[in-house]
């Protein structure tokens, strides 16, 4: 499996389904992507679904699946199979293989979500390559709380560090180097501390002193 971040920014996802297992799908894809279309079909919708379409985050289209000829997939970047009829997802899985475009479906799509931890500026992606779920998310559950304000905070001045040091060192290797060490230094994460001017003042003094 390749992991990838893939931008979905104004593409057209089409879901097929309005249970729990579409919801948490939805939720995620509407958490880390912004301006995107999201397209839900189902005989009907749990509560979060609804309250994500009178929000107009979703538009959902109430239908019979089974006697749908047009699954409106023509033109779709992905699409997302999940229904409680394992049948019908078998039909549809098989009417969505004729597009190509990316599918959603088990073991048997091309495109796994796993467990997401987005927070304080980072997404953490976190799959079991579909074996056990449940330990994707325990996991989540253990390394969420290690990402924090300092992280986010670290992470800025990293970015700031990046530019300013593209402009000093030519030499890429080097600027990687510098900030890989910077994040092992612990007089740059006490720095981390202070105002996030002086913070960043504090580490290019440090980055001055001992590895420029």
Known sequence: MLPLYIDAAGKRIVVFGGGKVAERKIR???ETTSNVVVEVYSREFTPGIEKFAEAG???CTECDLWRETDLRLEGAFMAIICTSDEALNEHIFREARRFNILINYGH???VFMGSVIHRH?????????GKVPAMARYMREKITPLIGEREEKMLEVESKLREDLRAIIKDEARRHEILYRVLRDPDCWAAIDAPLAVAEELILKIIGDRYA
């Open 28 to 30: 995620q894809i509407l």
């Open 57 to 59: 985050k979703v538009k």
């Open 108 to 110: 048997e799509g091309d």
């Open 121 to 129: 500026g980072f997404i953490i992606s976190i799959s079991t390559d």
